[in-house]
């Protein structure tokens, strides 16, 4: 009996083992194993690297990415361009009185005329400023937000666009706004940060005269003076 049981149990093992490596033979055969890597492959509609063009078809519905996708290159900037808006960063609180006068209560384009100096513009005999402190003359276009414009209309240094053109506005752009829809221009200042992409673009501007350094184009045109306009200067 006990030699009996021993057999029927080997010939057990011996069968079973046999379907197991059989089974393995198939699976190897027919290929229906996933393979398993210790490292994740992307998925074929996803890469490491943000896709240059045609990228929010795939991305939409790539919900397993390996990786997130990079972030945009930031936009260089011109030295000019970030000598200006340094300059606008630096004194929108600490007036430079040493350098050129100041304006009370409407010292918005006599500031945003300083950085386009610092930008590399040069005064001619329509725009410019003399003297420091209390002892400052100018010409109109230098401190007037409707002179500023016209001037730079006149003169081809800048190319006007609306509020519907965000996505050509670039840093050191000329902001300008019109609260009441009057024609004329009530205000003036420097973009500094431009943020968002397509129909989501935010535009912020640094300026005297109610002083900022970081101030929405829309809160402004919304919130402060709600139904204002909004223009820009775009400066080559």
């Known amino acids: 009996m006990v030699l009996t049981r ?3 149990i080997v010939a057990a093992v011996l069968v079973l083992g046999g379907l197991v490596a ?9 290929g229906d194993e996933p393979v398993v890597s210790a ?12 896709p240059k063009a045609d990228a929010a078809a795939s991305d939409a519905t790539a919900t397993d990415r390996v990786a997130p996708a990079e972030a945009a290159e930031p936009v260089p900037i011109d030295a ?13 609180t600490d007036y430079n009185t040493d350098g050129y006068g100041v304006i009370t209560d409407n010292d918005c384009v006599n500031f945003t ?6 930008r590399g513009w040069t005064m001619d ?26 001037y ?30 009057s024609g ?10 431009i943020e968002g992409s397509g129909d989501d673009i935010q535009i912020y501007y640094a300026g005297h005269t109610d002083d900022t350094d970081f101030r929405s184009v829309d809160y402004a045109i919304t919130e402060k003076h709600p139904g204002a306009t909004a223009y820009y200067w775009s400066i080559p």
């Open 125 to 150: 005999d329509q725009w410019y400023a003399e003297g420091t402190g209390s002892d400052f003359d100018t010409s109109s276009p230098w401190i007037s937000s409707t002179a500023f414009r016209d």
């Open 22 to 30: 059989g089974t393995a033979a198939v699976a190897g055969m027919t």
């Open 39 to 50: 490292t994740p492959t992307p998925a074929a509609d996803s890469t490491q690297t943000a």
């Open 113 to 118: 005329s300083q950085s386009l100096i610092e």
């Open 80 to 92: 000019q361009v970030q000598a200006q808006v340094s300059y606008m960063l630096a004194h929108w």
């Open 184 to 193: 004329d221009r009530d205000h003036t200042g420097v973009v500094t940060r």
């Open 6 to 8: 021993r057999f029927r």
């Open 152 to 181: 730079v209309a006149q003169s081809g240094r800048a190319t006007a666009l609306t509020d519907d053109q965000r996505d050509q506005v670039k840093l050191g752009d000329v902001a300008q706004f019109d609260w009441d829809n």
